[in-house]
């Protein structure tokens, strides 16, 4: 199973053809869509580098969700400033609890155009060429865009921890795109059309759940033939990471409660894929523990299953920007499985309470 995932699933991605988007291709009008609480400092930082892409016609919608900071007011700044960034408000209501899906769908009404892309206050595009890369396939009738967002690289092994993280959901997601299956995109880097998101009802299927407005919207409208990923490195878009263990296990175990509301296929996917790598792992141990004479079997078969992780890796990882992290591959990969694993047996059915 562990080989299947390697060698013909990440295999994909390992093999894909990055494109550089043509520079004389129709652009259409484009709606960049961010949602903000509480994020003066973050947007004080990057939000000027997606007002300034190099776009021919674009607007910026941020929605303001009830922040009790300086945000409002630094907004009502910028749009002095740039004539194409739009500010909706969002006042506290004493009944209503507002959610995230909540307030990327006042967006999306706000919206004046019909190709809408997605971010989030703390990102930072690779390029000011962004903009382009990720509206590209929408010029060959797309109604879906996957991209890529890495975090910061910082000191540090939960640094370590979350980049690997990041990457290896990125190498799945991006794999089964393109072998036209795709389950799953991140709202810090993903585009489609106002037109599929009212087909398809908005987020009213998963409302009740906190997240999932980027991955469980893919799940529920992406097809084989509507989607399309783009990993041109002036298409990344790069993210704040946590900085405590705490806040990122809590990060992981809001992202755990969405995968519930995954299509049956793809959770019992994910599940073989996940299951198949810790019982490789447990079966290594057992095998020594009960066999040590025959240590050399295991051993040999555990450096096999490496192998195969590097040749195939190390293009993978070069795509997604990550090449200093094949170094720690063994120690990474072991510790990813497990903290994934325990994290989705704890957290699978926790109530989720927190905005982000």
Not at 71 to 79: D, K, S
Not at 215 to 231: K, P, Y
Not at 309 to 327: E, G, H, N, P, T
Request: charged letters at 20%.
């Amino acid at each position: 199973m562990q080989a299947y995932y390697i060698l013909f699933v990440y295999g994909k991605l390992a093999a894909h053809r990055i494109v550089e988007p043509s520079t004389d291709q129709h652009l259409p009008p484009v709606s960049v869509i961010i949602s903000a609480y509480n994020e003066q400092d973050n947007l004080t930082r990057f939000l000027p580098l997606i007002l300034e892409q190099d776009y021919p016609t674009f607007e910026v919608v941020v929605v303001n969700d009830c922040s009790d900071d300086e945000t409002q007011w630094l907004l009502r700044e910028m749009a002095s400033k740039y004539t194409h960034l739009k500010v909706v408000d969002i006042g506290e209501h004493i009944r209503l609890k507002h959610t995230k899906k909540f307030t990327l769908t006042i967006g999306i009404k706000a919206a004046k155009y019909e190709h809408l892309v997605f971010t989030d206050a703390d990102c930072e595009p690779a390029t000011p060429h962004w903009l382009r890369a990720m509206v590209a396939p929408f010029a060959e009738g797309k109604e879906i865009v996957l991209g890529y967002s890495p975090y910061f690289k910082h000191r540090g092994l939960l640094n370590k921890l979350i980049r690997f993280e990041t990457t290896h959901t990125a190498m799945s997601y991006l794999s089964y795109a393109l072998k036209g299956d795709a389950y799953m995109g991140v709202g810090r880097n993903l585009a489609y059309t106002k037109s599929l998101f009212y087909k398809g009802k908005g987020f009213n299927a998963h409302m009740h759940i906190k997240s999932g407005d980027d991955d469980l919207f893919v799940n529920q409208n992406s097809n084989r033939n509507n989607t399309a990923i783009v990993l041109a490195p002036d298409a990344h878009m790069y993210s704040v990471p946590k900085l405590t263990w705490k806040t990122y296990y809590k990060q992981k175990a809001r992202h755990a409660g969405a995968s519930v509301m995954y299509k049956s296929r793809h959770k019992w996917m994910l599940a073989v894929q996940l299951l198949s790598a810790i019982l490789f792992y447990i079966s290594l141990g057992v095998s020594i523990a009960l066999l040590p004479t025959l240590w050399y079997i295991p051993v040999t078969i555990y450096f096999l299953r490496l192998i195969a992780q590097y040749s195939i890796y190390s293009y993978a990882f070069r795509k997604l920007a990550v090449r200093d992290l094949l170094l720690w591959l063994p120690l990474l990969d072991l510790f990813f499985y497990f903290f994934i694993c325990l994290n989705g047996l704890f957290n699978r059915n926790r109530k989720q309470t927190s905005w982000k």
